[in-house]
């Protein structure tokens, strides 16, 4: 099987909350509209592995989402070129990551969170998503 991929994925908290999540069990990752965002989604692999980032309110990165389903289109934008795919929960952070801590950690000075802030879809290290989860001392689940 191959290695995943990682990303960071953005939502308010006020309208999609990474504790939402874990009450759904999964969801459609819709609603991306940039183009940049749109081939982040349509690059993501099953298995791959996204920092669920809650912005504008918390400013943090609050736990770990996984890619359930290939791309496909966005259901909410029939007939238009925009691309969703499914998310489900692995684990709440044990402490979130807020920005201003990420903005400090000079290891992370290249994070999309920095050096792409608006961007709500965007890939990641390996060792940027592991730095962020020692950071928020959070281990994946077995």
Known sequence: MAKPQYW???????VYAYAQLEQ??????????????RNNIRAMKPGDLC?????NEDKAVVG????LTPP????????EDWAATHMGPV???????????????????????????RLSVAPVT?????????????VLPK
């Open 8 to 14: 960071l994925i953005k939502s308010e908290p006020s």
């Open 24 to 37: 759904d069990g999964k969801t459609e990752w819709t609603g991306v509209r940039n183009f940049e965002a």
């Open 51 to 55: 920092l669920y980032y809650h912005s």
């Open 64 to 67: 770990v989402a996984q890619v």
């Open 72 to 79: 496909g289109p966005d259901s909410t934008a029939p007939g």
């Open 91 to 117: 684990t709440a952070f044990t402490q979130p990551v807020t920005l201003a801590t990420i903005k400090a950690a000079a290891a992370l000075s290249d994070f999309p969170l920095v050096t792409r802030g």
């Open 126 to 138: 390996a060792p940027h998503f592991k730095q962020v989860l020692k950071m928020g001392k959070t």
